[in-house]
Structures are given as structure tokens and as C-alpha cells.
């Protein structure tokens, strides 16, 4: 029932990623100033803090039922530790390093960039269907 469970947030995991890339093609400058705004606040960036964790759990539970159990295990670890790194480090060191890149990425680059995600959530879906 865990499995099941943790395999259908994996899906919507994926299904936001890859709703996620469809936006940041649409609205460039709208993906922009939400990464601007990542950290910013506490509810903002504990929010996002617990909804990667959440994923990352996620993914080590979902990892023995998907076609690739090691890969998603370690992106799961990767996600909860980065998680656990960003809640211990001062919240304006997050604050500023997403502005610092919002206010470096061009528009047209997330563009080019919005398909890796359309295409990683896709390939997270994949990974839980049955082969």
C-alpha cells in the first residue's frame, strides 16, 4: 500500500514537472519572477522545502516498483538532503541565490530550458509504469 501510494505521488511528481515546463515555456518572465520569489519568504520557502522532501521520500519509497529503483533512489537522497542543507542555512542565502539567478537567466533561455522538464517529468512518469 506504501508503494502504491508513494508510486502515485512520483506521478504527480512528474505531471507538475512536466505542467511546470509547459508554464515556463508559456511565461518566461512569469517562471522568472516566481524564482525570484523562492525563499523570500518563510511559508514560500519552507513550502518548497517540505514539498521536495516530500517528492524525495517519495521517490526512495516508489524507487523498488520503477524501472530504474537506483537512479530514483539517489535523486530521492539528493532531494532530502538538499532540503535538510537549504532549511539549516539561512533562508536569505536562499532568497538571494534565486534572485541572483532569476536576475541572470534571459527570458529566451527559459524557453529553451522548459522542455528538459516537460521531458523529466515525462520520463518520471515512465519510470513508474509497468515494463
Known sequence: MMAFAA???VILVGA????LGVWMFARP????????AMGSRPIIHFGEMILRTAAGIALILAAEVSRYPMA???I??????SAVILMILPRRWHAAYST???GRIPVHAVRLIAP???LGGGLLIWT????
Open 29 to 36: 518572465d512569469r517562471a522568472l519572477q516566481a524564482l525570484a
Open 116 to 118: 528538459v522538464s516537460v
Open 100 to 102: 541572483w539567478w532569476a
Open 72 to 74: 530514483l533512489g539517489i
Open 128 to 131: 513508474m509504469m509497468p515494463a
Open 7 to 9: 508510486q502515485a505521488l
Open 76 to 81: 530521492g537522497i539528493f532531494l532530502i538532503v
Open 16 to 19: 507538475w514537472l512536466a505542467g
